[in-house]
Nanobody, 115 residues
Framework: QVQLEESGGGLVQPGGSLRLSCAASGVRFSIGTMGWYRQTPGKERELVATISDGGYTDYADSAKGRFTISRNGAKNTVYLQMNSLKPEDTAVYYC?????????WGQGTQVTVSS
């Protein structure tokens, strides 16, 4: 069974940095496009960044210039380096990966930006 597990969330002060990781297990082949999404209470889940298996990246406007998405050589782990964090970045961050024809989601990791 395919599973995605996020790690790296936590509490950080405004202007600080965090690096999120998401590792896939239960896969026999490389995962396709992977991405990071975030959600706050009462709002819909929104795209933060995606990266294809070929390395093509796409970012939400709110993430451009501050966040960097990457993936490892085995292509089954994705990272999100977040710099210059703002209080409005506070959310639960979810990892998503496409394997075969299905999308899989992680359980989420809380990121809180506060002084």
């Amino acid at each position: 069974q395919v599973q995605l597990e996020e790690s790296g969330g936590g509490l950080v002060q405004p202007g600080g940095s965090l690096r999120l990781s998401c590792a896939a297990s239960g896969v026999r082949f490389s995962i396709g496009t992977m991405g990071w999404y975030r959600q706050t209470p009462g709002k819909e889940r929104e795209l933060v960044a995606t990266i294809s298996d070929g390395g093509y990246t796409d970012y939400a406007d709110s993430a451009k210039g501050r966040f960097t998405i990457s993936r490892n050589g085995a292509k089954n782990t994705v990272y999100l380096q977040m710099n210059s964090l703002k209080p409005e970045d506070t959310a639960v961050y979810y990892c998503k990966g496409r394997y075969r024809i299905y999308d899989y989601w992680g359980q989420g990791t809380q990121v809180t930006v506060s002084s």
